[in-house]
């Protein structure tokens, strides 16, 4: 039976949520409401992993504080590639969105060029440091998340040959990889791992290939790390 680990950051939820919650109360003390946006990555608000997780998130604040989607509660703006990261920003701030979430580490370059252009609007970048006074930064030690996938991995693999399938090759990704490679072998330091990068965070079909590729090679557990390539390797067939 081909069996396939998946962890999704579920403190994302947690971190918007708590997130929103000062700002609702902190607006709440000058008779305010927030109204809040979030930019999507590639992946989308379906992706079932980083960007559904914070929309989710966004979606339980509204509810919890009687917000509604719309123009004056809470929304999001699909990115169908990086040259959609800025003018999303952008469209949302000119349509009176005081907060806007960046979802992921891609939108770096367009939350500092969106966080300069407007100093007043207040912006949340996840999953990565940036140092602006109207920037929240958002992080979590996703090496642990993936040690525990590695752990995992290793007792349910029976061919000992483990796999990790990535979005990109960058420093986040690495730390996920670091964490799992930790997380295998501390349950045998003789499971192999194979390692492969797809480049993106939005093509399904190339996860699956991937995956497949794999699976053709011995291997039989796969992690992956990658967004909306999640929905991808989950639909192979189990063998």
């Known amino acids: 039976m081909k069996k396939i680990v998946t962890i999704i950051v579920g ?5 918007v949520v708590f997130w929103f919650g000062v700002v609702y109360s902190n607006n709440r003390n000058h008779k305010q409401i927030p ?16 960007n559904a997780a914070t929309w989710k998130g966004l979606v339980e604040w509204g509810k919890e504080h009687h917000v509604a989607k719309g123009p004056n509660g809470y929304t999001y703006a699909q990115s169908l590639s990086d040259a959609d990261f800025f003018p999303n920003m952008d ?7 005081n907060t806007i979430i960046a979802t992921g580490y891609r939108l770096t370059d367009a939350i500092k060029k969106a966080s300069q252009k407007y100093p007043d609007t207040n912006f949340v970048m996840i999953d990565t440091v940036v140092k602006r006074p109207n920037v929240a930064s958002v992080q979590f030690r996703d090496n642990e998340a993936a040690f525990l996938a590695g752990v995992a991995a290793a007792k349910t693999s ?5 796999g990790f399938i990535g979005g990109t090759d960058s420093p986040v990704m690495a730390v996920f990889y670091k964490g799992f490679v930790q997380g295998v072998h501390t349950v045998d330091p003789n499971i192999r791992i194979n390692k492969k990068y797809v480049g993106t965070f939005s093509q399904p079909r190339i996860g699956q290939s991937l995956a497949a590729a794999m699976y053709d090679n011995g291997v039989d557990v796969i992690y992956t790390v990658a967004g909306g390539l999640v929905k991808g390797p989950l639909l192979l067939p189990r063998r």
Not at 158 to 162: D, H
């Open 11 to 15: 403190l994302v939820l947690l971190g």
């Open 35 to 50: 109204t809040v946006a979030m930019v999507t990555d590639g992946g989308g608000v379906e992706d079932g992993s980083f």
């Open 91 to 97: 469209k949302l701030v000119k349509k009176g969105y």
């Open 158 to 162: 029976k061919s000992k040959q483990v």
